[in-house]
């Protein structure tokens, strides 16, 4: 994939996961499901910025980070 198509779909992939979680966070959720699934693409959208912002091709975040995040709710 060439370097600008591969940007385009990276940030179109950022923006969806912006929307979502903000849809997520603006419904009910009496049993925290939905808060657990907004904490975890929280914390892979926020990996995916920080390698673009480093110039890396996204993936996704190491075990350990994402441990890390999940315990801390």
Not at 29 to 44: K, Y
Request: charged letters at 30%; glycine letters at 4%.
């Amino acid at each position: 994939m060439a370097h600008t198509d591969a940007l385009e779909t990276y940030t179109r992939t950022i923006s969806t996961m912006s929307e979502v979680l903000d849809t997520l966070r603006d419904e009910p959720d009496p049993t925290g499901a939905l808060t657990i699934l907004a904490d975890r693409i929280a914390v892979e959208r926020d990996w995916v910025r920080a390698l673009m912002a480093l110039g890396e091709e996204p993936c996704r975040p190491p075990g350990w980070l994402r441990r890390v995040e999940l315990a801390t709710h």
